[in-house]
């Protein structure tokens, strides 16, 4: 068995005429969202990219701000597209970003012409800001977040300029703005949709749940999780879920890089670990304790106090200092929101011992 990166090794050379495209060709797009094409990729109608030329251009790039990727692996996936008949020669336009703090927006998307006459919108999931991270929990309690209608736009408008089938994807929260994206559309383009694939993207709220979009779109999404998935369980789902076989270990399995493939297709299992039905069951009866304006607070004040200081990552976040100046800041809190977020808390742990 292998991973996306063995795929391209084992199939790279096959074309799309010789061996249709399929979940992991969607699984690889999704996760070239990632990259940061900005200025290489045209943002608006410009002339499509040859992925080989801008992969090597984005790897000729001096590292650091100029080469923004989320991980040293999907370097490696640039290199091996590149070298890829299959997917080099695949283009790329399209290349959106926006990423407004004051309304708690992060959000990117890419497009690929695989050159078989359809078109691939691949959504960016969570790139580990704190903006980023507190539009993951506005899924909790809002309706539909900027990013969804921004999805939506983004899908419109380009269906406006091309004419053949479209499919949708994304990894993490980019899986979730596909499905929502996709099912905020108008009927047009709605029926032009081929496919939606979410890996381990969160579900959606009971709004979109009955809206006739998502209804109309539930049997052309393609859901997969980890065995031990955690984020792709979340709010609510009607589609099925395919679980994947992954090497790695309880909320590691969110890492695409980990889950198997083994030829031309993932290793799939039939059903989820016991440990992931256990969160699933903890994190859904402790939502439905909660009010939405009850999860509204709780995410507005931890983000509040955790974006009080220099952070502007989690993981800068969670730094001594910058935890240090959140804790400074309880006392400027509302007592009234602490006292929400504490309860919340409470009920949690209730949740978990409720659940074993």
Not at 110 to 130: H, K, N
Not at 154 to 176: C, D, V
Not at 186 to 199: L, M
Not at 339 to 349: I, N, P, Q
């Amino acid at each position: 068995m292998g991973n996306v990166l063995d795929y391209l090794s084992w199939r790279g050379d096959l074309s799309l005429a010789r061996a249709p495209f399929g979940a992991v060709d969607a699984l690889v797009l999704s996760a070239l969202s990632y990259v940061h094409f900005d200025g290489l990729v045209p943002a608006g109608p410009g002339a499509p990219v040859a992925l080989a030329a801008a992969a090597r251009a984005f790897l000729a790039l001096p590292a650091g701000r100029q080469r923004r990727c989320r991980c040293e692996r999907d370097l490696e996936l640039l290199k091996a597209l590149a070298d890829s008949p299959r997917f080099g020669s695949m283009e790329l336009a399209r290349c959106a970003g926006r990423f407004i703090p004051r309304e708690e927006t992060q959000f990117a998307a890419l497009t690929v012409l695989p050159g078989d006459g359809s078109v691939f919108l691949a959504f960016r999931g969570t790139d580990g800001t704190l903006v980023g991270w507190k539009e993951d929990f506005n899924l909790s309690f809002l309706d539909v977040t900027p990013a969804q209608l921004t999805a939506a736009e983004y899908i419109q408008t380009f269906a406006m300029e091309f004419p053949g089938s479209l499919r949708l994807g994304g990894h993490s929260k980019g899986g979730n703005l596909a499905v929502a994206g996709g099912a905020l559309c108008t009927v047009k383009v709605r029926d032009r949709i081929e496919t939606v694939w979410s890996f381990d993207g969160p579900g959606v709220t009971p709004y979109l749940l009955a809206r006739p979009g998502y209804q109309e779109l539930r049997t052309r999404i393609r859901s997969f999780v980890p065995k031990s998935s955690v984020v792709g369980l979340l709010l609510t789902h009607e589609e099925p879920h395919t679980v994947v076989e992954s090497d790695q270990r309880g909320l590691f399995q969110h890492d695409l890089y980990s889950w198997q493939v083994l030829g031309p297709d993932f290793v799939r299992l039939e059903e989820v670990d016991e440990g992931s039905r256990l969160i699933d069951r903890t994190l859904k009866n402790w939502l439905a304790g909660l009010s939405s304006r009850q999860r509204e607070t709780v995410v507005d004040t931890l983000y509040e106090l955790l974006s009080s200081g220099d952070a502007r990552t989690v993981r800068e976040a969670l730094e001594p200092q910058n935890l240090a100046v959140a804790l400074r800041s309880v006392k400027d809190a509302d007592p009234k929101d602490l006292l929400t977020v504490a309860a919340s808390l409470a009920r949690l742990a209730g949740a978990a011992l409720r659940a074993l």
